[in-house]
């Protein structure tokens, strides 16, 4: 099997979607078989992307016509049978079998937890890759289940995908982590850290009254990501509270520094209002430290029990759990063992195979879209 794989997310210091196709390539790439692989590339990308003597790499066009004209037609080309997308969307002209990964499906489910730019793209994206597709990966069960039902997507034509996190992510020597923790003037043990985008989605309002309320004051709050909300400012909610210096704001930091700044935290915390899978816990929980997250969508399914999982919309709820996992010996010792445990499950062969399974599945299905017409 010949597969197109589109990783233009992946950029420099890329999370989210960006994190997910880079596991992709990872795993795909690394799996025993004779496939074969042609990795549309960023140009900010190229220098650092490695390939594989099965992999072939082509720069990206930076503009429209490149995606919907140009790509099929080297598609058409090089004899692909498969194109990937980790994105929500791919060419509408289909000179290949298309799979696109479903995230989530947020803005049929969820609208009011979505930023304005999502919404537009996908008003504007979804219809056209839905007819062009042929099969689509979702992250979770939850995912699926959920796209099958706001989207009308027959069941049979989704299939979901357990993804890996990078092998960077696992516990560090305190001697490792002190130079990254000194970089960010933060004290190895004494902070409960949060990754991800800042939005409301996130819940971080909740997380910073949830801080207030935890019995020691010997704690910071460290949270790291960049915003992705216009108007949406959890620095000066934070200022409003009065927690002042016990919160950092640490905007984005390079991949590098990620699991350094996971090992050092007493414990983490992740109270999403709405997540398709929540990569961020599982990377935590790799590096042993106990997690903090919700009862709220797709986490309780990615999460297992290896996190406490209190409602998204009880910031007292979240204080106990947050309590729990800092200052309880018994509870913590369960969290970390039971979280390494977890994370172990997520490895890049179970990934390479759920994803080449979905190719297969797109390779003998029917060659219409997913949305007719």
Same mark, same amino acid.
């Given at each position: 099997?010949? @597969?197109?794989?589109?990783?233009?997310?992946?950029?420099?210091?890329?999370?989210? #979607?960006?994190?997910?196709?880079?596991?992709?390539?990872?795993?795909? @790439?690394?799996?025993?078989?004779?496939?074969?692989?042609?990795?549309?590339?960023?140009?900010?990308?190229?220098?650092?992307?490695?390939?594989?003597? $099965?992999?072939?790499?082509?720069?990206?066009?930076? $503009?429209?016509?490149?995606?919907?004209?140009?790509?099929?037609?080297?598609?058409?080309?090089?004899?692909?049978?498969?194109?990937?997308?980790?994105?929500?969307?791919?060419? @509408?002209?289909?000179?290949?079998?298309?799979?696109?990964?479903?995230?989530?499906?947020?803005?049929?489910?969820?609208?009011?937890?979505?930023?304005?730019?999502?919404?537009?793209?996908?008003?504007?994206? #979804?219809?056209?890759?839905?007819?062009?597709?042929?099969?689509?990966?979702?992250?979770?069960?939850?995912?699926?289940?959920?796209?099958?039902?706001?989207?009308?997507?027959?069941?049979?034509?989704?299939?979901?995908?357990?993804?890996?996190?990078?092998?960077?992510?696992?516990?560090?020597?305190?001697?490792?982590?002190?130079?990254?923790?000194?970089?960010?003037? #933060?004290?190895?043990?004494?902070?409960?850290?949060?990754?991800?985008?800042?939005?409301?989605?996130? $819940?971080?309002?909740?997380?910073?009254?949830?801080?207030?309320?935890?019995?020691?004051?010997?704690?910071?709050?460290? #949270?790291?990501?960049?915003?992705?909300?216009?108007?949406?400012?959890?620095?000066?909610?934070?200022?409003?509270?009065?927690?002042?210096?016990?919160?950092?704001?640490?905007?984005?930091?390079?991949?590098?520094?990620?699991?350094?700044?996971?090992?050092?935290?007493?414990?983490?915390?992740?109270?999403?209002?709405?997540?398709?899978?929540?990569?961020?816990?599982? =990377?935590?929980?790799?590096?042993?430290?106990?997690?903090?997250?919700?009862?709220?969508?797709?986490?309780?399914?990615?999460?297992?029990?290896?996190?406490?999982?209190?409602?998204?919309?009880?910031?007292?709820?979240?204080?106990?759990?947050?309590?729990?996992?800092?200052?309880?010996?018994?509870?913590?010792?369960?969290?970390?063992?039971?979280?390494?445990?977890?994370?172990?499950?997520?490895?890049?062969?179970?990934?390479?195979?759920?994803?080449?399974?979905?190719?297969?599945?797109?390779?003998?299905?029917?060659? =219409?879209?997913?949305?007719?017409?």
């Amino acid at each position: 099997m010949k @597969v197109c794989l589109d990783l233009r997310a992946v950029t420099p210091g890329a999370a989210g #979607i960006g994190a997910f196709a880079r596991s992709a390539a990872e795993a795909l @790439v690394g799996h025993d078989g004779d496939h074969q692989f042609l990795a549309v590339v960023h140009r900010s990308a190229a220098d650092a992307f490695k390939p594989a003597a $099965n992999v072939q790499v082509l720069v990206a066009g930076d $503009n429209w016509a490149w995606s919907e004209i140009e790509l099929p037609a080297l598609i058409e080309e090089h004899r692909i049978d498969a194109l990937f997308s980790p994105l929500f969307s791919c060419p @509408v002209v289909r000179s290949a079998r298309h799979v696109i990964t479903l995230h989530d499906v947020f803005p049929e489910s969820h609208p009011e937890l979505c930023t304005q730019e999502f919404l537009d793209f996908w008003q504007h994206r #979804i219809g056209p890759s839905l007819r062009s597709t042929c099969h689509a990966v979702a992250v979770s069960e939850w995912s699926k289940g959920l796209a099958a039902e706001k989207l009308k997507l027959s069941p049979e034509r989704v299939s979901v995908v357990r993804q890996s996190v990078s092998p960077s992510f696992r516990p560090l020597e305190p001697e490792h982590v002190a130079p990254t923790l000194a970089k960010y003037g #933060i004290r190895g043990g004494g902070y409960v850290l949060y990754v991800g985008a800042l939005d409301p989605r996130k $819940n971080l309002d909740r997380l910073l009254g949830a801080f207030l309320r935890l019995s020691s004051n010997d704690l910071t709050l460290v #949270i790291v990501g960049r915003a992705v909300a216009a108007g949406y400012d959890p620095a000066a909610s934070a200022q409003q509270l009065g927690l002042g210096e016990r919160v950092k704001f640490l905007g984005r930091v390079s991949e590098e520094d990620l699991p350094a700044l996971y090992s050092g935290a007493r414990c983490f915390a992740f109270p999403s209002l709405a997540e398709g899978f929540g990569r961020p816990p599982v =990377e935590a929980m790799a590096c042993g430290v106990p997690v903090v997250a919700s009862n709220r969508t797709a986490l309780p399914e990615t999460c297992g029990n290896a996190a406490l999982l209190p409602d998204a919309e009880n910031a007292a709820a979240i204080a106990d759990a947050l309590q729990a996992a800092c200052f309880d010996d018994l509870v913590r010792e369960r969290l970390i063992a039971a979280g390494r445990a977890r994370a172990a499950e997520f490895t890049s062969d179970r990934f390479a195979a759920d994803l080449l399974a979905a190719f297969e599945a797109a390779l003998a299905g029917p060659k =219409e879209g997913l949305w007719p017409g």
